[in-house]
């Protein structure tokens, strides 16, 4: 069962400007992660966030967590072509450490 | 070093046939997961070997479909009599015991005619 809902589910901006993602959950979770594919195919982590941060950087990335709502937002600064994925948040929850729940995802176009 | 690679790229079979899709996890990595991804949705967790045992398994939709780990490092889905259904990219992932990220494999995109 999906645990997350991103939102939009397709998103298409212009190179250089910013795209924010949103992510809500269910139950109760240990940490929140984000991850990026292309294609289909393999998963990259980009950034994990616990349950006690309310925000983290990375790079271009900024990951907000608000346990309150159950919710998350990436914010992607300064977008470029290369950006251009679908954009998953992930949870460990229930107490499990391994077992990842994903959400259906957010596709990012970003046009040249 | 090498990152999780996964054999083969690509698969077509005829339903009612035999599957094993291959994954070989990043060196030294203990726990190694199975996820299936259907079209347009986000991977759904299969199983979870931590060393050689399967540790939870809680995934694996029915009995027809099974995964071995023998000695700790490579593993094998294995899917018998294979239904339309089970067309899905199916992807490997691993970690360092204990460790929460997990470093996916490019996965197997198994198409069931």
């Known amino acids: 069962s999906q645990q997350g809902e991103e939102d939009p589910q397709a998103l298409s901006i212009q190179e250089g400007e910013n795209a924010t993602m949103n992510c809500s959950y269910k139950?109760?979770?240990?940490?929140l992660q984000w991850y990026r594919q292309n294609s289909g195919r393999g998963l990259v982590h980009l950034i994990l966030?616990?349950?006690?941060?309310r925000e983290k950087h990375s790079g271009r990335l900024r990951v907000t967590l608000d346990t309150s709502k159950k919710s998350s937002s990436l914010l992607i600064t300064a977008s470029r072509a290369a950006d251009t994925a679908s954009y998953f948040c992930?949870?460990?929850?229930?107490?499990?450490?391994?077992?990842?729940?994903f959400g259906k995802g957010t596709l990012l176009t970003v046009n040249p | 070093g090498a990152g999780v690679s996964q054999t083969p790229s690509n698969k077509v079979t005829e339903k009612g046939k035999y599957v094993e899709l291959r994954c070989d996890p990043i060196?030294?990595?203990?726990?190694l997961y199975w996820y299936r991804q259907s079209l347009g949705q986000g991977p759904e967790f299969l199983i979870y070997?931590?060393?050689?045992?399967?540790?939870?398994d809680s995934g694996l939709p029915n009995d027809r479909f099974f995964a071995v780990r023998p000695e700790g490092s490579v593993s094998t889905l294995k899917i018998q009599r294979t239904e339309r259904g089970d067309s899905a990219v199916y992807l490997c992932?691993?970690?360092?015991?204990?460790?929460?990220?997990?470093?996916f494999g490019p996965g197997t995109r198994l198409l069931v005619l």
């Open positions: 992930a949870t460990h929850s229930g107490g499990s450490n391994y077992k990842l729940t």
């Open positions: 139950t109760s979770i240990n940490n």
């Open positions: 060196s030294g990595h203990t726990a």
């Open positions: 992932a691993s970690s360092l015991s204990g460790e929460e990220t997990q470093y």
């Open positions: 070997f931590q060393g050689t045992g399967a540790a939870d």
């Open positions: 966030i616990r349950s006690n941060e």
